[in-house]
């Protein structure tokens, strides 16, 4: 039998993958199951309602949107599962339940169908949710964080915490240390605990899900220049850059967001060019401008500018040969000007 | 008879199908920037269609006079001064409503819809079909603003013409101050207005809905859609070189006689 099929002679392609799409987004869910499970130990069981309530939301807009739409049923491939989960991950976990369902909405219908369904997206959904919701209700998404563990006291009101970020900004506040920095401390749903989002990294690594450069060079762009920011304002730089990195979502965005195959570069070069402007549109944000986080903005501006990024790193195929640039373009352009001065 | 029917043509297609902002995409500036208050949109809708009808009867009367080359700053010097007059009767009358609006009411003068008309009716038409397009437009024009501020407004404040009363007080009436929604709403209920939807994404995205609404009901019709089709939307198309360089491209094909009507024009 296997000699047969040896011997038949098809129309490419001839290597196949057993990845398929559920496959990887299957994947990505399991990456993401530690820092679910972390999320639930550290703010409790509201964890598992807002994150039912986005997978439901996401994966019900997903059926009836492709239905309206009269396109084929994706539900399958597991995406608004993954767009669900990422979604809560970038909530507090106080936020008001309609709320997180309105974000679900917007992540799916708005920013994924409208735009054609899964691989046509033009920016990552959970992420483009995750602004809206920031843009409407500032109050909801970004103030009255929970602490870490507080659902455990009976006085959860005494025990909400400012964010590690806005802490550090303030300078006056207290700190949680660089262990509880990297298992447990107040913020999103999905970023409270470092640890759990690099054991997700590495399972996609090994699982061959993710190649680990966008990563690997977001959180470096950012390392870099808080060393050297850190070197010139701050008392003790490593420190400060430890904070800088274990804080905000820049873990979450570097392993989960950033490395969405839809809209990220499909070249090495192109996704080295990707990450460090991440990182250094994150870094300025969070250095310069007003507001204390900016890893959702900076992925989302890169996203934006991954089809140019893709042309200019365009491989050329074996055995083309480059064209001089200043040949003939420049000749077709002046004798076009010459064309038109004659015509006034 | 038949000209009664022509003139009520030119009344309706300004309503939906020539709609002048969700199906011909002019005046989209104000249109975005205003819609966030009923009240306002209200209040820029009728002081543009009083440009327009004026401005379109006035251009319709001198068509005969205006030479064809200084065609487009007569127009505006035409537009400018009835913009003037408006705006001198909205300061005197309702100034909380020119306080809103601020530099778009100025900003009518070189409002697309306006200039638009006047290029490509009112200077071939004649008075009365050109008034009759003129508050067609008009009303398309603040249809098409009021259904966009009815969404902003309702979602993005919880309210309904709030502020009315600037507007109201013209005729008196100053108890009236707009309908709250979302705060009435009971404590098991409530919710929060959507921000977003009165900032400028949220204008857009309202823009982008309506749209292919319209163009739904347009569709049904037997009409064109309203896209962006390359250069036509484009206003320098009759002057671009690219279009001249480019004569077997697509833009070219599609108008070939404006285009070299507009060139030989402007470049003699």
Redesign the interface.
Known sequence: MSDERLLTASASPHIKSPATTSRIMLDVIIALIPSLVAGVLIFGPRVLAVTGVTVGFCVLSEYLSRRAMKRSNTLGDLSAVVTGVILAFNLPSTIPL??AA?GSVIAIV?VKQMFGGIGQNFVNPALLARI?LM??????MLSGWANAFAWRNDNIDALSAATPLAALGDGAKELPTLFQMFFARPGCIGEACAFALILGGLYLTVRGVVIPVIPFFFVGTVAVFMLIYGAATQENALTFTLYQLLGGGLLLGAIFMATDYATSPLSIKGKIIFAVGCGLITSVIRVFGNMTEGVSFSIILMNILVPHIDRLTAPTPFGVVKEKKSGKKKEGAEA?AE??AA?? | MAEKTTLRKEFTKGLLVENPVLRLVLGTCPTLAISTSMTNSIGMGISAMIVLVCSNIAISMLRRVIPSKVRIPAYIVVIASFVTIVQMLVKAFVPALDSALGVYLPLIVVNCIILGRAEAFAGKNSVAASAVDGIGMGIGFTAALLCMATIREFFGNGTLFSGADSLLNLFGITSFTGIEIFSRLPESLHIEPILILILAPGGFFTFGLLMAVSNKIAEGKGKPKAELRGCDSCPMSGSCSLIARDEAGDCAEKQPAQATANTTGGDA
């Open positions: 309609w709320m309105f708005v809206v843009v409407s209700f500032p109050a909801e076009a064309k038109e015509k006034a």
